[in-house]
């Protein structure tokens, strides 16, 4: 089983948002069935994991101390009268074992695994933050929080950097994301803050509690290990680089369990109304950033030859007014039905707020004052616009050219809008038009032509699943049968149709009816 996993592990990463490998994405969702249906089994397989780990990091000093006890036990014991010439060649053996193993441990005493990157907060410059992470570590009796850092992501979590290869003693790293602050109040900051440090101070205590830690110290190693090939990091190349994958495929149920733990943590300081609160505030805004912030404004490429506005500076009031009670509840909505990903670190909503006792809808009300403006204080625009001028080198190019594209592209849409007139587009051009006509014409009169496209090339299987997908996008109902038109020409769309027909019912609340499609998609995948 672990072989399998090693192979399955030194598959390459895609990037995100991507399909995973068909067999990568199998093991995971085995783990899962093994750890919802043997606990045991799988915790047996973590505790085998982590004593390989720790194992393979003990095994050189101890062949050294080892092999020089037997050295010297053998010039004790055997007089040198009685030995042959293989005593001689297993005695001479010894030393050479000894200094080799020796070698490696130096080796991996020396390695220095960087640091997590982000621009540190120094307590001189934010007073206000840092003695709000030492109350906290002193109300949960944490370990030290060595350094405090902000970067780019809508996450807040702990990083443990081994301070050389034998993960004794570590860095505590907090990292903040500058999203999450800008969205979040201070209260709920606060909240989050304590859910990782009280999660850290848990962590002495199981080793349940360190797995996560410890996917994260086996990647540092890898990563460490690769940067060049050298003789002594070669066998801790080999050994880290596909084990750390393993260990880190296998833990994703130890990570979501541990979700739930780092959750309760929010009780030890606050209300279970507020834990809920902010719980379903990230998972609201999370969803929103994903599926509508970002995606917006990488479009607006397609039309602008330069941003119209920079996301970290403009986040927080775009976020704020896009998310009205309606809107909070749809995301709620989606996000209480959402099926777990096998790759997703993060359990259910619902499931994540029933395990603190709250099982109702949680609106979170409209920050007026975000936890960026409360703790970064008067560097907080300075560090929006360091943000902003990152972001705008790195996209620079890739704006420009998105923009050279859609120019091209609005001028092939006039085309295809022509012979669309006239009923002379084939099948490709149908699903060419049907893309363009997604990117660029306003959905209010987009329906029409998903319609009329549909009248002229209702036997192409692929035209039929586009026209199906963009009708359930803009919330007609009539994009399910033409979904099901294309699963009767093409059984290949069966899984890709049932998804867009989940998402849309499950919008509108019927859970009982997306479940039947879910049973369909599960059905589909046995049969072929």
Not at 19 to 28: A, H, V
Not at 96 to 104: D, K, M, V
Not at 297 to 318: D, V
Not at 508 to 520: E, P, Q, S, V
């Amino acid at each position: 089983m672990l072989l399998a996993a090693s192979l399955l592990a030194m598959l390459p990463d895609t990037e995100q948002g991507s399909k995973m490998s068909f067999l990568k994405q199998q093991w995971l969702q085995r783990m899962q069935a093994i750890a919802i249906s043997l606990p045991p089994l799988y915790a047996g397989i973590m505790l085998v994991l982590v004593f390989i780990g720790y194992g393979f990091l003990l095994l050189f000093p101890l062949l050294a101390l080892a092999s020089l006890l037997m050295f010297g036990l053998i010039l004790w014991q055997s007089p040198l009268n009685s030995w042959q010439l293989h005593d001689g060649l297993i005695l001479a053996s010894l030393p050479a074992i000894s200094a080799l193993c020796l070698f490696q441990t130096i080796q991996i005493y020396r390695a220095r695994p960087a640091l997590p990157p982000g621009r540190p907060l120094l307590r001189k410059n934010f007073p206000v933050l840092r003695e709000r992470i030492d109350e906290l570590c002193k109300t949960y009796a944490s370990p030290k929080i060595h350094q405090v850092k902000l970067n780019s992501r809508f996450a807040i979590e702990v990083i443990c950097t081994p301070q050389n290869g034998f993960p004794l003693r570590c860095t505590n790293t907090l990292l903040i994301g500058l999203p999450i602050m800008s969205c979040m109040s201070p209260l709920q900051l606060k909240l989050l803050l304590g859910r990782e440090i009280g999660h850290l101070a848990l962590r002495r205590r199981h080793y349940r509690r360190r797995i996560p830690q410890l996917a994260h110290i086996w990647q540092q190693y890898a990563n460490s290990y690769s940067e060049r090939w050298t003789p002594g990091t070669f066998m801790l190349r080999l050994f880290f680089v596909p084990f750390a994958a393993v260990f880190s495929n296998t833990a994703y149920p130890a990570t979501r369990a541990e979700c739930f733990i780092k959750d309760m943590c929010m009780l030890d300081i606050t209300p279970t109304n507020n834990a809920a609160e902010t719980i379903s505030a990230v998972a609201i805004k999370r969803r929103h950033l994903n599926q509508q912030y970002w995606p917006t404004l990488n479009h607006k490429a397609f039309y602008e030859p330069r941003p119209p506005y920079l996301p970290y500076s403009s986040m927080a009031n775009i976020v704020n007014s896009a998310l009205d009670r309606k809107q909070s509840r749809l995301n709620y909505e989606a996000e209480i039905a959402s099926p777990v990903a096998s790759d997703d670190i993060r359990p259910n909503l619902r499931e994540r707020l029933v395990a603190i006792g709250y099982d109702d809808f949680v609106v979170p009300e409209a920050t007026t004052t975000n936890a960026a403006d409360h703790f970064l204080g008067s560097f907080f625009a300075e560090i929006q616009k360091q943000m902003d001028n990152i972001w705008y080198l790195k996209n620079r190019g890739v704006w420009a050219m998105r923009y050279k594209r859609g120019i091209e592209e609005k001028k092939r849409l006039a085309i295809l809008r022509e012979q669309a007139a006239h009923a002379l587009l084939s099948n490709d051009e149908a699903r060419e038009f049907l893309l363009l006509i997604e990117k660029y014409v306003a959905p209010e009169k987009a329906l029409t032509f998903y319609k009329e496209i549909l009248k002229t090339n209702s036997l192409d299987a692929h035209v039929c699943y586009e026209v199906g997908r963009l009708l359930l996008a803009a919330d007609d109902e009539t994009g399910v049968a033409t979904l099901h038109m294309a699963m009767d020409i093409a059984a290949e769309l069966t899984a890709d149709s049932c998804q867009h027909i989940i998402d849309y019912l499950t919008r509108h609340g019927d859970t009982k009816l997306a479940h039947d499609y879910r049973r369909k998609i599960i059905e589909h995948q046995v049969e072929s």
